[in-house]
């Protein structure tokens, strides 16, 4: 009786046991559970549901308060033409090691367009990462700094956005570049087909970086091996002044400045696995 009760359990754990290696998540399914995209899902409708928020719109300032009393020691910087970037701190044990991860909160100047990828994605993610850090357990000090003006003015022509545009960042530049070590730029990282390949002014050596990141969050088909053509966005007047930055921007997206630009476009998977990595590469830089 005893071998056969012996018996019987052998098989019932042999089971047991291939049932779970055919549910286990394995490669780039087996995803860490850090980073809580819900409530970064939450961010991403609110400014949605301010509707359009250009520079200076009663919309975006509402979003700029939000931003300050929501982000850790949030603040605000000054912009040209009564703008303001919203900036926040989380202090790292190496209090002279300052990464800063920037988004843009304001959206193109065109009717009807709300940004839930081209705005509100970076925004919401970077928010959630500021909130989840803890203190002084990660390496470096990280600072996030929210633009405003990234986009440039109804009117301005579209060669004229290097010129016209980035309002925010270059005044964040001017101001911190001479502090900071690296820079995370987040943009257009809640396309529902997520893929975001190193775009061309990216730092090779700080992109490899995000890429080990990504393999250990369990995120890598999100960050395939290939590269994009340079983008004009808010790491420019970073590199420009001899930071390495890196832009994280999925800029093969059909409704790009198109009312179609909603939450029908943008998925709290994508968010998720952003914000992994990102929780998995910024204690460690």
Not at 119 to 134: H, K, N, P, Q, W
Not at 143 to 149: A, I, K, Q, S, T
Request: contains cysteine; glycine residues 8%.
């Amino acid at each position: 009786m005893r071998a056969f009760l012996t018996t019987v359990l052998a098989a019932l754990v042999l089971v047991a046991c291939n049932e779970a290696a055919d549910t286990a998540s394995t490669g780039a399914d087996a995803r860490q559970d850090n980073f809580d995209s819900a409530r970064a899902w939450k961010v991403l409708e609110y400014q949605v549901g301010l509707g359009e928020r250009p520079a200076g719109s009663p919309a975006s300032r509402e979003l700029a308060s939000y931003l300050k009393r929501r982000v850790p020691n949030g603040r605000y910087q000054r912009v040209p033409g009564g703008l303001r970037n919203v900036i926040g701190k989380v202090p790292g044990r190496d209090s002279d090691r300052i990464v800063l991860v920037g988004a843009h909160y304001d959206t193109k100047d065109i009717p009807g367009f709300v940004g839930a990828n081209d705005g509100a994605s970076g925004t919401a993610v970077a928010l959630r990462l500021a909130r989840e850090m803890e203190p002084r357990t990660i390496r470096p000090t990280l600072l996030f700094v929210f633009f405003d003006g990234e986009e440039s003015p109804r009117g301005a022509a579209d060669h004229e956005f290097e010129e016209k545009g980035l309002r925010g960042s270059k005044v964040a530049a001017r101001r911190l570049a001479d502090r900071v070590d690296r820079m995370v730029l987040l943009d257009f990282v809640g396309d529902k087909d997520l893929s975001i390949p190193r775009e061309s002014f990216s730092s090779p050596r700080l992109w490899s970086r995000l890429r080990a990141a990504a393999e250990r969050a369990g995120t890598a088909d999100t960050f395939p091996a290939e590269t994009q053509g340079g983008i004009l966005d808010d790491h420019l007047p970073f590199i420009n002044r001899g930071v390495p930055a890196i832009d994280l921007i999925d800029f093969d997206f059909d409704c790009f400045h198109r009312t179609c630009d909603d939450l029908s476009a943008v998925s709290e998977d994508s968010l998720d696995k952003v914000g992994e990595t990102m929780m998995e590469l910024l204690p460690r830089l």
